[in-house]
């Protein structure tokens, strides 16, 4: 079940709702072949075991909201051939599978949560429902503990506040800034490193145990 975010209405003035914080916390431990699982995959991933990889997930894994889905789509995701790209997408090749692997690395990498249905999710963060007036594009969870809230975009600047796993907003992302103007839930702004910045619509990932008994990975996924 997710856990309800009570934001209230508080983009329209300052104020208007409580600080929240959502502390990790890893429930893979109550299985112990799902901490095996996890290890296992996460080492194939450093290892850059395509095949194995493509073994380990189900036959309809979801990996986006406008394709097919399924192994041989991951494995092309993970491949990344150039000549599968138009051709102004070419030269960054290199990068964007670069950054699919460090992304699936990370995002199994993060403490997660077991929903209604037994399935494994990660981040533990996606557990949280953002109200249904809040853009989530603009949420951002802050991964943490007493992060530094600042005057000004540097680290030399006065502090206002330190935050720890709290749901803020940015209105303007610079995706190259090394800091962001967020604002938190009680209206208070500053400037806070990206580092610690996670997007509520960014990737997120789901184990699930087939028939056989055997955990499976069903979807990497991101966006809304």
Same mark, same amino acid.
């Given at each position: 079940m997710r856990t309800a975010l009570l934001l209230a209405a508080f983009l329209c003035g300052p104020a208007l709702a409580d600080r929240q914080s959502f502390p990790p916390v890893d429930e893979a431990d109550r299985d112990p072949s799902l901490v095996e699982f996890r290890? %296992? +995959? +996460?080492?194939?991933i450093a290892a850059r075991d395509v095949d194995t990889i493509v073994a380990l997930a189900c036959p309809d894994i979801y990996l986006s909201?406008?394709?097919?889905?399924?192994?041989?789509? +991951?494995?092309?995701?993970? =491949?990344? !051939?150039?000549?599968?790209l138009s051709e102004e997408y070419r030269e960054d090749a290199d990068a964007m599978r670069e950054q699919y692997w460090t992304d699936l690395e990370n995002t199994?990498?993060?403490?997660?949560?077991? !929903?209604?249905?037994?399935?494994?999710?990660?981040?533990?963060?996606w557990q949280i429902t953002l109200p249904a007036s809040l853009d989530a594009h603009l949420a951002y969870f802050v991964t943490g503990q007493n992060v530094s809230l600042r005057q000004q975009p540097n680290r030399d600047a006065p502090l206002i506040t330190r935050i720890?796993?709290? =749901? =803020?907003?940015?209105?303007?992302?610079q995706s190259s800034a090394e800091y962001q103007r967020v604002l938190l839930t009680d209206g208070t702004?500053?400037?806070?490193?990206?580092?610690? +910045?996670?997007?509520? %619509?960014?990737?997120r990932a789901a184990f699930v145990k087939s028939d056989a008994g055997g955990w499976q990975l069903c979807t990497f996924v991101s966006g809304d």
């Open positions: 290890e %296992t +995959l +996460l080492a194939k909201h406008g394709g097919d889905g399924g192994p041989e789509e +991951l494995r092309a995701n993970l =491949v990344l !051939d150039p000549q599968t199994l990498s993060q403490p997660g949560y077991f !929903d209604d249905e037994g399935e494994f999710w990660m981040p533990h963060q720890s796993h709290e =749901v =803020v907003i940015l209105r303007d992302h702004q500053g400037y806070m490193h990206s580092d610690f +910045l996670w997007p509520m %619509t960014g990737h």
